[in-house]
């Protein structure tokens, strides 16, 4: 973390509504239906968890922090909200992003040695040139204006650890929870402390049922969530009824004084729950091979 | 502009549509872009060509335009240092750092940023020129708009990394501003290690000479006095010749560090034990008032404070502002009132095309290569 949340570029210039998104969106399908209807695409969240474990692969052998990792999913989804994602070779927007962010969290990563790693994962789309990578290095740069500090939501959980005495189980799971929330837009909805509330609660009042963890079994976690989450938002409509355990009502409490927009921490809690439901649809054949087609198609590796 | 992922259409049609999604940004860009002139080029180094220029509609509003060159044909990607300038400039905002209007990229593809112009030079210039007179009021008026200014950085958890005379530079109103963030970097998470090449020489405090991996806002803290002790003296205070030359003057100006007076210091990697028949004891207020006696006894408890060898004892941006010495008499002298230098815009683009870490003239073999022969005429 560097500078402060609340005058920062983040928070003035990458936060947007739900609707503003939307018609981002739309207005880059109005643009080009013809490549729209040609290169169907999975659901952008379906994407994004491809990107993410795609990410994860390449950031494997150097030592990649985890921030970097989120760092470089936010400038994706930064870079796409100006350009169609239909006109760019996704490949590579992930490989710059990656080495981006590395510089970025202070753990760098020589550009020779990123470029090596990426074509050994996907040789038919990145070029051995590493001059690509600073090119759209520059791009990238310069579609998020230079605003290249993300604020993420990790530090405020590590505050919240005291504050609400949370297990180290409660910890583990609350960081999954936000390692999950790149998979949405949530990080362009939401300030980084509500994702990490969020988090909180997801944790602490889905524990039971989550041993399993999250990422595969994703449906019957979604299931207990929403019920999870309609008992939640009881409680917050009924402060200090009989319903909840204590250690939830310590937590509700908690909320309640704190001044954190709850509306915008049960969003982010569908959000989260609906990004577990369509977790069921994933495949990453699915999406490899699309991406693939329309990349080779619309020869935008060249 | 070319725009990289973008890949090149094979229809004509696909060509236009193409045109009409880049149309928003390029736009915005082009607005950014069409809001400044480049004048005339003040300085060139090897990362950056530095230019006057002037807002489009107000040819009195000045700015300096900083074109970074993307390593030529982008061999390497976009160096450490720009990224951190870019970076934190972006974010961080106050009187006492300099600002940064606008990024905008260029058609040859390098980044421009719009800084704010400061055409009065820099500290080092008005410390090194005989011709200057200045006193204790004068001094009390610059080290507390450095002070502000790194205490603001601290406070964002930025260190600068960089703290010296030429890269504290002076606004026409006689407003100091901190410039050059190339070696700044947000504090690590706890127990994650940082480098310990920083700081230039003159200014790098013990521990940063010792090879602490792990450490904090005092390291900045150290070259704010350092400046201190050189605004007074109006020469290096301890100017080492190499890094061992400069641990060594440090211990015979400031004492030997000793696990008493700086409890875990042999455990740094580069520590080397004193010999037992040359320790010099670690220095009082006596010693600080002796040496520097235009502070006055509570200025030279001021700068003691930001010595210390310990960092954990030196005095943080915050305590050293709450110092009864800012209160005391002489009162700081009002900015506008302050000793100036006439010839800082050629001053400006050598500053800011300077790589971080490097001293300015007084190493002739120093790795910098301005081109002084395109700022003639």
């Known amino acids: ?302 | 502009m070319a725009v990289s992922p973008l890949a090149p259409q094979s229809f004509q049609s696909r060509a236009s549509e193409e045109v009409a999604d880049r149309e928003i940004t390029e736009q915005m860009n082009d607005e950014v872009r069409h809001k400044y002139i480049k004048a005339k080029k003040l300085g060139e180094g090897t990362y950056a060509v530095v230019y006057l220029g002037h807002i489009r509609t107000d040819p009195t509003s000045f700015v300096a335009i900083k074109k970074i060159k993307v390593n030529t044909e982008y061999r390497d990607g976009l160096s450490m240092d720009a990224i951190r300038e870019v970076k934190y400039l972006q974010e961080l905002s106050h009187p006492n750092v300099i600002a940064l209007h606008d990024v905008f990229s260029s058609k040859d593809q390098n980044l421009n940023l719009v800084l704010e112009y400061l055409p009065r030079g820099d500290l080092e210039m008005l410390i090194k020129d005989s011709d200057i007179h200045y006193g204790a009021a004068d001094v009390k008026a610059w080290m507390g708009m450095l002070t502000r200014g790194i205490w603001f950085c601290h406070e964002n958890f930025v260190l600068h990394r960089d703290i010296k005379p030429n890269n504290l530079l002076i606004a026409s109103d006689g407003e100091v501003k901190l410039a050059d963030f190339g070696l700044a970097r947000s504090f690590a998470d706890p127990y994650s290690n940082m480098t310990h090449q920083v700081i230039t020489r003159w200014y790098r405090p013990p521990e940063l000479l010792y090879g602490a991996r792990q450490y904090s806002g005092a390291v900045d803290i150290w070259s704010v006095g350092m400046v201190f002790a050189e605004l007074l003296l109006r020469v290096p205070f301890v100017a080492g010749n190499s890094d061992l030359d400069q641990i060594t003057k440090i211990c015979e100006a400031f004492g030997t560090p000793t696990e008493e007076n700086w409890p875990g210091v042999s455990k740094l990697p580069n520590f080397i034990p004193a010999d037992n028949n040359h320790t010099v004891p670690t220095q009082g207020r006596e010693f600080f008032l002796r040496q520097f006696p235009t502070a006055g006894s509570v200025g030279a408890d001021l700068l003691m404070s930001m010595c210390s060898l310990d960092p954990r004892k030196r005095s943080t941006a915050y305590q050293a502002l709450q110092h009864s010495w800012w209160t005391a008499e002489p009162r700081p002298t009002n900015k506008e009132y302050l000793p100036r230098k006439s010839g800082g815009t050629r001053k400006m683009g050598d500053d800011l095309t300077r790589r971080g870490g490097e001293l300015d003239d007084q190493f002739k073999n120093a790795a910098r290569q301005l081109d002084f022969g395109s700022m003639k005429g």
């Open chain 1, 1 to 302: 973390m560097a500078a402060n949340y609340w005058a920062s570029t983040q928070r003035r210039h990458w936060l947007f509504t739900r609707e503003r998104l939307a018609e981002i969106r739309e207005s880059f399908k109005e643009k080009d239906k013809a490549a729209h209807s040609q290169f169907p695409l999975p659901d952008q969240r379906l994407l994004n968890i491809y990107f993410n474990q795609q990410l994860i692969k390449l950031g494997k052998r150097m030592a990649t922090r985890q921030q970097a990792l989120a760092t470089a999913q936010v400038y994706i989804k930064r870079y796409y909200t100006k350009n169609e994602i239909r006109n760019t070779n996704p490949y590579l927007v992930l490989t710059t992003a990656f080495y981006l962010a590395c510089k970025m969290e202070e753990c760098p990563q020589h550009i020779r040695f990123v470029v090596g790693e990426a074509r050994g994962l996907w040789p038919e789309f990145i070029a051995p040139d590493v001059s690509k990578v600073g090119e759209c290095e520059f791009s990238l740069i310069s579609e998020m204006q230079a605003q290249m500090i993300v604020h993420h939501p990790y530090r405020t959980l590590s505050e919240l650890q005291p504050e609400l005495s949370l297990t180290s189980d409660e910890i583990a799971l609350a960081w999954s929870v936000i390692n999950d929330h790149y998979l949405t837009d949530l990080s362009l909805l939401y300030p980084p402390h509500v994702i990490a509330v969020m988090a909180v609660i997801v944790a602490v009042v889905f524990k039971p049922s989550s041993q399993t963890g999250f990422h595969g079994s994703a449906a019957p976690i979604a299931g207990a969530m929403r019920d999870g989450g309609m008992n939640i938002l009881a409680a917050l409509g009924d402060k200090g009824g009989a319903g909840p355990p204590p250690r939830i009502q310590k937590l509700i409490a908690w909320l309640a004084e704190s001044e954190v927009d709850i509306k915008a921490v049960i969003e982010s809690t569908q959000e989260l729950v609906s990004l577990y439901e369509v977790w069921e649809q994933y495949s990453e054949k699915n999406c490899k091979e699309l991406l693939g087609r329309l990349v080779k198609s619309k020869s935008l590796d060249k």
